[in-house]
């Protein structure tokens, strides 16, 4: 059974903290690894993996994904407010009819106070 | 850009009632997908379809089932609903074949289901 991991659970920072947010995941025949921000509606997009040591960055964001050791981190520097959301990882492995079920974790629920 | 629309985004429903969800994409996406979330549980899999008339159970399809007649709308129902059927539900689409963006699935903005 395909797993994700995703740790904290949860974290309150003040605005401009960097953060780390890990996942760790099990998956037959993996393919890629996505990251998605929740805030009160639906998730949105924020990266897609594939490669090991190539890094993903998009503003203050940025992620990194480690085939090897089975995990990527996803880095927020100087935080702010509108950052707080739930971050959520999920993995998509190929198998049989399934190809494009993504696992998702459970989620990194950030606060950013100011 | 990808648009997936869901019918209502607050229901609420009586113990017994039959409930159907509905789901409408326009971006011409072969697979649907319909999860559910819940506080400590994160995103979790009902069904899937990677194809008109096709469908997939995902990780807990008990109590659910699934239609999809046009390749655009992918409807849930919940043929007798129970409260532990109160939930938001999440409707989400990707595009086929083994490309790198076939994994990349776009989501409603959510229903959220309360079952009295």
């Known amino acids: 059974e395909d797993k994700v991991v995703q740790s904290p659970l949860s974290l309150v920072v003040h605005e401009g903290d960097t953060v780390t947010l890990n996942c760790s995941y099990e998956?037959?025949?993996?393919?890629?690894l996505l990251w998605y921000k929740q805030e009160k509606k639906a998730p949105t997009f924020l990266f897609m993996l594939?490669?090991?040591?190539i890094e993903k960055k998009s503003g203050r964001l940025s992620s990194i994904l480690d085939k090897k050791e089975l995990f990527s981190i996803l880095n927020i520097t100087a935080t702010q407010t509108g950052d707080s959301a739930i971050y959520l990882c999920?993995?998509?492995?190929?198998?049989?009819?399934?190809?494009?079920?993504?696992?998702f974790g459970k989620g990194t629920l950030l606060t950013v106070n100011p | 850009d990808v648009k997936v629309t869901q019918s209502s985004r607050y229901l609420v429903k009586r113990t017994g009632e039959k409930v159907f969800l509905e789901c409408v994409q326009d971006?011409?996406?072969?697979?649907m997908f319909w999860y559910r979330q819940d506080p400590g549980l994160g995103l979790r899999l009902i069904y899937f379809?990677?194809?008109?008339?096709?469908?997939e159970k995902g990780d807990i399809p008990e109590g659910y089932s699934v239609s999809r007649e046009k390749k655009e709308r992918f409807s849930l129902i919940l043929e007798s609903a129970s409260t532990n059927q109160t939930s938001m539900y999440l409707c989400?689409?990707?595009?086929?074949?083994?490309?790198?963006?076939?994994?990349?699935?776009?989501f409603g903005p959510g229903t959220r289901l309360t079952v009295t």
């Open positions: 379809s990677y194809d008109v008339k096709m469908k």
């Open positions: 998956v037959t025949n993996f393919r890629s």
């Open positions: 999920a993995v998509g492995g190929r198998r049989g009819g399934s190809n494009y079920k993504l696992t």
């Open positions: 971006m011409d996406h072969e697979n």
């Open positions: 594939t490669s090991s040591g």
């Open positions: 989400a689409s990707s595009p086929a074949g083994l490309r790198e963006g076939a994994y990349e699935q776009y």
